[in-house]
T-cell receptor, first 113, second 119 residues
């Protein structure tokens, strides 16, 4: 799996939008961009994934650069419960179908009340 | 429905003892994974099952670690002759290949983990 680069930590204020960046300059044409997050004392949970187009779901939005070398996870209105470590992961379904996830160090997001 | 469950939630053991950690995946999920997370560290892959077979054991750190899965469901991770460096949270995840419904392709669902402390 190709590597991703994320900031170690970020802070944001409650009820404000949060933009979490991820760089993946060696992404291949078939890599999907996945985001997971890990709340304190819990296992990771899926957030969102995409290939080329921007994606929205009830948790977040994923904005993917036109050249796909970077992406941004957007939390539209952060709450205290969004404080977690956010992982940006690339997965190629041709090779990683039902296989392991390689987690990097992620971004630790803190939310100020 | 029920999520991935793991037991025990906490385990304290003495160095040199054997321990067994259990994972109950989501019903119908064919793939099962074990990861571990040491204090302040990232998630480290250990082993992956497809059905009852383990095509990828590349993450097991030593031959003291083994895992099995029976009936395509429950899995047990066994650590023999535990060492202090084995102290970590051991996480289990399961996934299916469904592409319809709420679950996206290949999403992994994680359990709450077992916190293992080796004294």
């Amino acid at each position: 799996d190709a590597k991703t680069t994320q900031p170690n930590s970020m802070e944001s204020n409650e009820e404000e939008p949060v933009h979490l960046p991820c760089n993946h300059s060696t992404i291949s044409g078939t890599d999907y961009i996945h985001w997971y997050r890990q709340l304190p004392s819990q296992g990771p949970e899926y957030v969102i994934h995409g290939l080329t187009s921007n994606v929205n779901n009830r948790m977040a939005s994923l904005a993917i650069a036109e050249d796909r070398k970077s992406s941004t996870l957007i939390l539209h209105r952060a709450t205290l419960r969004d404080a977690a470590v956010y992982y940006c992961i690339l997965r190629d379904p041709r090779y990683s179908s039902a296989s392991k996830i390689i987690f990097g160090s992620g971004t630790r997001l803190s939310i100020r009340p | 429905g029920a999520g991935v469950s793991q037991s025990p939630s906490n385990k304290v053991t003495e160095k040199g003892k054997d321990v067994e950690l259990r994972c109950d995946p989501i019903s119908g999920h064919t793939a099962l994974y074990w990861y571990r997370q040491s204090l302040g560290q990232g998630l480290e892959f250990l082993i992956y099952f497809q059905g009852n077979s383990a095509p990828d054991k590349s993450g097991l750190p030593s031959d003291r670690f083994s895992a099995e899965r029976t009936g395509g469901s429950v899995s047990t991770l066994t650590i023999q002759r535990t060492q202090q460096e084995d102290s970590a949270v051991y996480l289990c995840a399961s996934s299916s290949r469904r592409t319809s419904g709420r679950a996206p392709y290949n999403e992994q669902f994680f359990g709450p983990g077992t916190r293992l402390t080796v004294l």
